[in-house]
């Protein structure tokens, strides 16, 4: 039944598909299968699945808990598919304990990161599901550089004070794209969340670093 979801229309410019495994050589045996038989422009690894069916699987957010799987299955998708690759994730496995940022250093740091055309955060933890507020600062502090990452209290957060010590960590930035996804219902949000406030003047445009915007269930739950 799977097969149906990879049936290309005509009118469909672009197309890309979302793949959830729990190794490696799972993910690299799908791709050969997508490479062979469907035309799609993009891969997206499905890492930040927060529901008990798929996590349990070691699918979805358990990924984000095992560092070498994922590094396992970019090495695997990018030796397999001629297509762009993206990463999505949610901010960590609990909201206290951010780890989408070394994830993201992570992979970064592999030869085959030229490959990944996007990083895709979700902006609430694993535990929170779909419950409260997305944390739209996180993703813009790990857009801007971990060395900028905050906790809840908006003071330089634990695991960063720790990674500062050295000059690296403390200047480490992302290269590849960041696009962050949750609670966009309106115009006024995506903007919001685009520029980092509510405040939508041009100082303000100016002052903050413009964020990508991904519209996820919020387009099923207002489309208009």
């Known amino acids: 039944s799977e097969w149906a979801l990879l049936k290309r229309h005509p009118s469909e410019d672009i197309f890309g598909v979302q793949i959830a495994a729990a190794h490696g050589d799972q993910f690299t045996r799908c791709a050969e299968l997508l490479e062979r038989e469907a035309s799609v422009d993009f891969v997206d690894v499905n890492m930040g699945c927060p529901i008990d069916l798929v996590v349990d699987k070691g699918c979805g957010s358990a990924l984000m808990t095992r560092p070498k799987k994922i590094h396992d299955l970019v090495r695997g998708l990018t030796r397999t598919l001629s297509c762009c690759i993206t990463l999505k994730m949610r901010v960590g496995w609990n909201k206290n304990v951010k ?3 070394n994830i993201i250093r992570g992979v970064e740091a592999l030869p085959e990161s030229s ?5 895709m955060i979700h902006g609430r933890s694993r535990q929170q599901r779909y419950a409260k507020l997305a944390d739209w600062r996180y993703i813009r502090d790990v857009a801007n550089g971990v060395a900028h990452l905050r ?3 908006g003071n330089a957060s634990s695991t960063v004070a720790a990674n ?3 000059g690296e960590a403390a200047s480490w930035a992302p290269r590849i794209p960041i696009i962050g996804n949750g609670d966009i219902y309106s115009y006024t949000q995506w903007e919001a969340n685009r520029v980092g406030s509510e405040d939508h003047s041009e100082e303000s445009k100016a002052a903050g670093v413009e964020t990508c ?3 996820a269930r919020g387009a099923l739950i207002k489309p208009w």
């Open 115 to 119: 490959r990944i055309a996007a990083f």
């Open 151 to 153: 906790d809840d209290t």
């Open 213 to 215: 915007c991904m519209l």
């Open 164 to 166: 500062s010590a050295d």
């Open 99 to 101: 780890e989408a940022h």
